[in-house]
């Protein structure tokens, strides 16, 4: 089992790296052991760029590009190991313990719902956040980078996400650009390091060898040929910002593995356990947190406890909590109801996932959010220009 290392070894630690660097301040979470913040001091540009689905595994064995010569080493993600909760740590420098978001499905007890946490909107479907008057900004609460760095921010996202609830709930000052391709998401962050000539941090975020993991598996050939696209667009974009003062640092927010159907549980075939629950499954397909009705407890840990003792780990959510699994210090005030009564961390390549009444079922080949190597560790790359 692979834990973050919030010590001196996580996404946390570089975020605080890189807000010491740009002036700020991190008292809680230490500098990366990686990445001395006094070395970013005189760069006039401090580029991050976040490669979804990049798992240090997978990427060690995609050859020997342009990448591979500025690996620095691996730190790791947060957990649970997935986009929600790690994203939210680089748009916010905290870890999960205080930002509070948990995974891809989350039980918003001040809004009476289970929501898609980065769409937000109801997992049952509907309109988003601001659409239903919800002030997202308030409902998350969370301080962005652009207020913790002292540097003028720049966000790169794609179009799709660039101006939804949750980013705009979390660009404070940044400047938003949005992009439709992998050459335009390095030529947008290129124009913008080169101009306008002051110190500046840029955040560009390119999920594609996510989606691809998710639809054909990440040890594919699609995965593989388009790691190597991906390469290769960063070795031109290195180029055409030689000169411009940029340190750029390249890492993810998670690996995956890959999930076989056999090894895919779906509520459907376990009715007894589905009668125990509360609410649907929250959280990940492979760390899922469960609400138990107050009077089925006892067959809930009967049930897990023999019919699915090879496939997943239970655990009292509140013990992750206070063993650290989501960080250190004083937690969020509602991270305790945001992973219910007990977390199921999934064993070895399983996974498990339930259906409501009008959801489109699919199907996944790639999994993350678990605590396996292949999903916990993430590279860290960084390059001068």
Known sequence: MALPDYRRGSIVNLMSSLIQAGGGSSPLYPPLSLLDPLALREQRNIILLVLDGLGYDFFKRCGDGVLHQHLQGRLTSVFPSTTAAAITTYLTGDAPQQHGITGWFMYFRELGAVMTTLQGAPRYGGVDLSHSGIDAERLFAHTPISKRLGLPTYLVTPWNIAYSDFNMSHKGSAEVHAYGSLSQMFAITAAIARNPPKRKFIYSYWPGLDHIGHSHGIESTQAAHHCREID??????????????????????????????????????????????????????????????PDRREAFEQYVTTELADCAEMRPSRELIEDGYFGVGDPHPRLRERVGDYTLIMKQRFAIKDWLPAEARFSQIGAHGGTSDAEMYVPLIVATA
């Open 232 to 293: 290769a667009a960063f070795g031109a974009f290195l180029e055409s910002i030689e000169g411009s003062g940029s340190t750029v640092v390249v890492t993810a927010d998670h690996g995956l593995i890959d999930v076989s159907a056999t090894d895919n549980i779906e509520l459907d075939s376990h009715p007894d356990l589905a009668e125990t629950l509360a609410l649907p499954l929250c959280g990940e397909r492979r760390v899922a947190y469960c609400y138990v009705k």
